[in-house]
């Protein structure tokens, strides 16, 4: 089976400062994929990574990066110097083989508030 | 416009009503998904389909059914709406390669009463 687990439910920062949001998966396929989506106040999903499971180099861009760890089966993600507009749900998802019809199985979401 | 699109964008109806949702997209993908989304819960699957002809259960497909009318639309009915099947529903479109990149609608609010 197929888990991914975002411990954090709520984190607030101040602009400016640095944030991780944390994600933990788990399953027995060796071929998989790792998501991050951004879902903002308006409701809609945005589409942020797509990482997958041969490739552990860390990916950064523009303010955002993620560090992908097959060892401790993390794909964390970082926000640096936050802004008021990074405030949004972020969902951490996973994907595996063809069986489930390459669904994603999502975390339950960390919303995260970023005040002036 | 928008590459996936959905009708009607919020919703409210009564215990027992049917209702559908409906998807489409011009990404030209062959794969689209309905997924719910509760509060604290994420989003779970409900149907996804490969193509017109190939249409598969997810992990919360009962109480709701699917059709494929062509590549491009992909919708999803309530029989028999109940009020636990108030969410956000979203659908998504992926190309037909491995575990690709899905892309979203806007998501449908419905509200059972």
């Known amino acids: 089976a197929q888990k991914v687990t975002q411990a954090q439910t709520e984190i607030s920062v101040v602009e400016k400062e640095d944030v991780t949001l944390d994600c933990v998966y788990e399953?027995?396929?060796?071929?998989?994929?790792l998501f991050w989506y951004k879902q903002p106040p308006s409701g809609e999903l945005v589409f942020l990574i797509r990482?997958?499971?041969?490739?552990?180099q860390n990916e950064i861009s523009g303010r955002y990066s993620w560090n992908f760890q097959k060892s401790t089966s993390s794909f964390n993600f970082t926000i640096t110097a936050s802004q008021v507009v990074d405030s949004a749900v972020y969902f951490c998802?996973?994907?595996?083989?063809?069986?489930?019809?390459?669904?994603?199985?999502f975390g339950k979401g960390t919303s995260l508030l970023v005040t002036p | 416009d928008a590459d996936v699109t959905q009708t009607p964008r919020n919703r409210i109806t009564k215990t027992g009503k049917r209702i559908m949702l409906e998807c489409s997209q011009t990404?030209?993908?062959?794969?689209m998904y309905w997924y719910r989304q509760d509060p604290g819960l994420g989003l779970r699957l409900i149907y996804y389909?490969?193509?017109?002809?190939?249409?598969n259960k997810g992990e919360i497909s009962d109480g709701y059914s699917v059709s494929r009318q062509a590549q491009a639309k992909f919708s999803l009915s309530l029989e028999s709406a109940i009020p636990n099947q108030t969410a956000l529903y979203f659908c998504?479109?992926?190309?037909?390669?491995?575990?690709?990149?899905?892309?979203f609608g806007p998501g449908t609010r419905l509200l059972v009463l």
């Open positions: 998504a479109t992926s190309e037909g390669q491995y575990q690709e990149t899905q892309y």
């Open positions: 399953t027995r396929d060796t071929t998989y994929y």
């Open positions: 990482r997958n499971s041969f490739d552990e």
């Open positions: 998802a996973l994907s595996v083989g063809g069986g489930s019809g390459y669904a994603l199985n």
């Open positions: 990404k030209g993908h062959d794969r």
């Open positions: 389909s490969f193509d017109v002809k190939d249409i």
